[in-house]
Nanobody, 124 residues
Framework: QVQLVESGGALVQAGDSLRLSCAVS????????MGWFRQAPGKEREFVAR????????YYADSVKGRFTISRDNAKKTVYLQMNSLKPEDTAVYYC?????????????????WGQGTQVTVSL
């Protein structure tokens, strides 16, 4: 069993930066992708970014491309989401997810394991 624990969420001002962390524990992860999703109140859980665990290739939602960067530290078994130029519309609970999917996972149902989420609030 793989466990994911997000951290780093905070209340920040528009234009600020924030880095979220996702620590992977349990048995060594042998999946394909790690992803970040977010969900605002009353809205669907939406894809933010993903990274291939082995190749390190990344993919971003259009809404965050150029502002967010997903990365990983294999030694620390941690995935990060660096968020710059934050906007109020980025306010949401951010979730880390893992999958063994062999395609191009960009929807929540493509992912198997989820963290508990961390709140990010961006004020004007």
């Amino acid at each position: 069993q793989v466990q994911l624990v997000e951290s780093g969420g905070a209340l920040v001002q528009a234009g600020d930066s924030l880095r979220l962390s996702c620590a992977v524990s349990g048995r060594t992860f042998s999946g394909s992708f790690m992803g970040w999703f977010r969900q605002a109140p009353g809205k669907e859980r939406e894809f933010v970014a993903r990274i291939s665990w082995f190749a390190g290739s990344t993919y971003y939602a259009d809404s965050v491309k150029g502002r967010f960067t997903i990365s990983r530290d294999n030694a620390k078994k941690t995935v990060y989401l660096q968020m710059n130029s934050l906007k109020p519309e980025d306010t949401a609970v951010y979730y880390c997810a893992a999958t063994y999917y062999l395609g191009r996972p960009t929807v929540a149902t493509d992912y198997n394991t989820w963290g508990q989420g961390t709140q990010v609030t961006v004020s004007l």
